[in-house]
């Protein structure tokens, strides 16, 4: 069965940093992009991030550049999300994926999903 489990969610103040992680099980990713989108309550989902398979390449929304940082470890079949200076405005379920093929800011080539993870951050 084919799993990635996102962890590293959770309760920061405004201008802390929080770091997520994505495992991945059951299937290597190591020649796909990965990417990483948020949803906050009705609000559709939302690019945050992607990186290409080697790390050589990343994407971010103009919302998050210079504050969050994606990055990968194919050995571990893991991407992270380093965030910094989090805003309230960042308040969301925020999800992992990997890109089978398409657009990578775009939902709809992602083929596999996490379960989601929630970060909250008050003001």
């Known amino acids: 069965q084919v799993q990635l489990i996102e962890s590293g969610g959770g309760l920061v103040r405004a201008g802390g940093s929080l770091r997520l992680t994505c495992a991945a099980a059951?299937?290597?990713?190591?020649?796909?992009?990965r990417g990483w989108f948020r949803q906050a309550p009705g609000k559709e989902r939302e690019f945050v991030a992607a990186i290409n398979w080697n790390g050589a390449n990343t994407y971010y929304a103009n919302s998050v550049k210079g504050r969050f940082t994606i990055s990968r470890d194919n050995a571990n079949n893991t991407v992270y999300l380093q965030m910094t200076s989090l805003e309230p405005e960042d308040t969301a379920v925020y999800y992992c994926?990997?890109?089978?093929?398409?657009?990578?800011?775009?939902?709809?080539?992602?083929?596999?999903w996490g379960q989601g993870t929630q970060v909250t951050v008050s003001s």
């Open positions: 994926a990997a890109l089978v093929a398409g657009d990578l800011y775009s939902p709809a080539g992602y083929n596999y």
């Open positions: 059951g299937r290597t990713f190591s020649r796909y992009t």
